[in-house]
């Protein structure tokens, strides 16, 4: 991908104290290994010296791979670029080999490392995938087309939703694509430097915006932390620098309380005959960032959490039987996420421990295999292709059946592609995920047979019912929470009982209410497409109405799928026509993170469509989100698209949609 970028002059802050410094390899001057790849062709039986620390990496998360591959796949991608120079004025080589080596110490399989050696040969120089094909096979070769594809999505407020989604769509059935794409943006952001700093804020703001909530969701915590960090230092120089002074004030103290506990948990475990390995993890710079706004001043114990890693699931909660015995634990910090893991693969016990001067230290107890899965995330789960054999091989997940479960499709990638299929247009599949990727919390909840759903932070039982029902959820009529009548509104908390009630009317429909309380992308999608959203009719559109619950009337165009389904079902046609006017009222909703000056902001952007404010509501924030909801007339409908573009185009903003009142039609 073209890596417009030289040596980082927006570094994050220095290391942290050697007391608190992660064991492992010295991180490697991949700007040296450039200069070995102009050494020359190597000879058929050893592998280039440019590629010995991939080649280190991937072995010592698979000791038995096959390292051909990535021999010819180094030696392809450095003849193929040779001559090229990124900005630095280093060999391109360098940034091939650097996304590599990103997924490699991640543990990624020699399949991906294959395909991210070759991910830019296609776009940038003159190998076509018909020569990948034939020389690494069909499975590389989808992948570098699919990092291809992904390269030309632009990912900022007024990406092309289409495009998107067709890339998206493309991509998404194997998220090693995805994983390549966000080891390049890594290694980019990494050597950020050289490029003017408008530019440098546009790449960190697409980078906040939509790359970092993806690698959370497919829980490579090691990318996402190290993004942050990268995007903090360009966007919030000051803050950045502030939180530096703090750890650097830290480290400078004549004691360390952290360590002193860390000490005790490891004699608590010697004298309960617990083998652990016991960890002080710092927070990463926006992490100690958002403890500091929380907590005020600072203690020693907020700059980093202990890890205890074990050999198995029961030994996590031996340990903690013992530190709740021998410590003293905060209860209201416990929570379990081996039992229920997050949906990004995540699991870990939470707990905390208090000292007699009231510090509190944060403890993470999980065994060494969920910690490479909370590290890596899909990166490191392997090959989606391999056969049931296979898996049983290397010790992977099959299902009751032998098949394969495969772990590249978390819950949320599955309901990603699910979204598309449903969503009646592109706009409003953007605009669903853009607000998707900006939850940062999930909760689960129980269905009466012992099932789970997965749900984000604040969802209610609407949400519950199309997360379980799908769009038979129209049938649901009501709910029952831990056992008691509740309404479809009410907003479920992490742990609740869900049952839904369901109707016997086949021919049911969602009431327009529901809208306000669905949270989900997938019961939005659904009501909105059974409502004047399936196919959002404008002027001069020929339409037709339905009466639906409420006694409101639902708009389609004469040629929409719903028209012919709902005459199926038996329901009588409302005669409809648009308004006199030729002006055009809409009520859009915009969600965007709290900052200074956004209102004026919108404002100016939509004033400059020469649109016309009619009401304007702001709601106090919440959690820094800031609701804003216009109601605005156009002088043509047709400008709609334009101004909800120009609308997500605000910084700070992560949402624009259409609210209820969508269009003038009388009957």
């Known amino acids: 991908m073209s890596a417009e970028a030289t040596n980082p002059a927006v570094s994050p802050a220095p290391a942290p104290p050697p007391a608190h410094r992660r064991k492992g390899r010295p991180r490697i001057d991949l ?147 995805m994983s390549i794409k966000l080891a390049d943006r890594l290694h980019n952001m990494r050597t950020l430097g050289v490029m003017r700093p408008e530019k440098q804020e546009r790449i960190a703001n697409v980078t906040r915006d939509v790359l970092i909530p993806l690698a959370e969701r497919l829980g490579v915590q090691a990318l996402k932390t190290e993004l942050e960090d990268l995007v903090f230092a360009i966007l919030h120089p000051e803050e950045c620098a502030r939180t530096r002074g703090l750890i650097a004030d830290n480290a400078a103290q004549d004691t360390d309380p952290l360590a002193e506990i860390a000490d005790e948990v490891r004699g608590v475990l010697r004298e309960a005959g617990i083998q652990a390995e016991v960890l002080i993890r710092p927070r990463h710079f926006v992490s100690l960032h958002r403890v500091s706004r929380k907590r005020g001043r600072l203690r020693g114990t907020d700059f980093g959490r202990i890890l205890v890693l074990v050999a198995e699931d029961a030994d996590c909660y031996a340990v903690l039987g013992e530190l709740h015995t021998c410590l003293t634990p905060v209860v209201s910090e416990f929570k379990d996420f081996i039992a229920v893991p997050k949906f990004n693969l995540y699991q870990s016990l939470h707990t905390a421990v208090a000292r007699g001067d009231g510090q509190v230290a944060e403890v993470l107890i999980r065994t060494h295999q969920m910690h490479k899965a909370a590290e890596a995330g899909v990166v490191a789960l392997g090959n989606p292709y391999a056969t049931p054999a296979e898996e049983q091989t290397d010790g992977r997940r099959t299902d009751g059946e032998g098949e394969r479960v495969d772990p590249t499709r978390p819950g949320w990638l599955s309901r990603l592609l699910d979204w598309q299929e449903a969503a009646p247009d592109a706009d409003m599949f953007w605009s669903t995920l853009r607000e998707d990727l900006a939850q940062d919390r999930e909760i689960t909840v129980f269905r009466p047979d012992g099932g789970t759903l997965g749900l984000p932070e604040g969802a209610s039982c609407v949400d519950a019912a199309y997360a379980q029902y799908g769009e038979d959820a129209h049938a649901c009529i009501g709910a029952r929470v831990n056992g008691r009548l509740a309404t479809l509104s009410t907003v479920l908390k992490d742990g609740d009982t869900v049952q839904l009630l369901m109707g016997q009317d086949p021919a049911s429909e969602p009431s327009r209410e529901w809208l306000e309380h669905a949270h989900t992308p997938a019961a939005r999608i659904a009501i909105q497409r059974w409502l004047a959203g399936c196919c959002t009719p404008v002027p001069p559109d020929e339409v037709t109405g339905f009466a639906v619950r409420g006694g409101v009337v639902t708009v389609h165009r004469v040629e929409c799928a719903a028209v012919t389904r709902m005459k199926g079902l038996g329901r009588p046609e409302i005669d409809v026509r648009w308004g ?55 002088p043509d409908a047709a400008h709609l698209p334009a101004l909800m573009r120009a609308m997500r185009n605000v910084a700070g903003v992560y949402d624009v949609g259409r609210a209820q009142h969508q269009a003038v039609a009388a009957h």
Request: charged fraction near 25%; aromatic fraction near 4%.
């Open 580 to 634: 006199d006017t030729t002006e055009f009222r809409v009520t859009l909703v915009a969600e965007s993170f709290q900052r200074p000056h956004l209102l004026a902001d919108l404002t100016e952007a939509i004033a400059l469509e020469g649109v016309d404010i009619v009401t304007a509501t702001v709601e106090p924030p919440t959690q820094q989100r800031v609701r804003h909801t216009y109601t605005l007339q156009l």
């Open 31 to 177: 700007r040296r290994l450039g200069r070995a790849a102009l050494l020359g062709p190597t000879t058929r039986d050893r592998l280039p010296d440019a590629i010995s620390h991939v080649v280190e990496a991937h072995r010592a998360h698979h000791p038995d791979a096959d390292l051909e591959p990535l021999r010819r796949a180094y030696v392809l991608a450095e003849s193929s670029h040779r001559g090229q120079m990124r900005k630095s004025g280093e060999p391109y080589i360098t940034h091939p080999l650097a996304v590599t080596l990103i997924l490699a110490e991640l543990g990624a399989e020699t399949t991906t490392l294959t395909a991210s050696l070759l991910h830019d040969t296609v776009e940038d120089t003159d190998v076509t995938l018909d020569q990948v094909r034939e020389e690494f096979g069909a499975e590389v070769c989808f992948i570098v087309d699919g990092v291809t594809k992904l390269e030309k999505v632009d990912y900022g407020a007024a990406a092309e939703p289409e495009t998107f989604r067709k890339m998206l769509v493309a991509t998404g059935n194997d998220v090693r694509v």
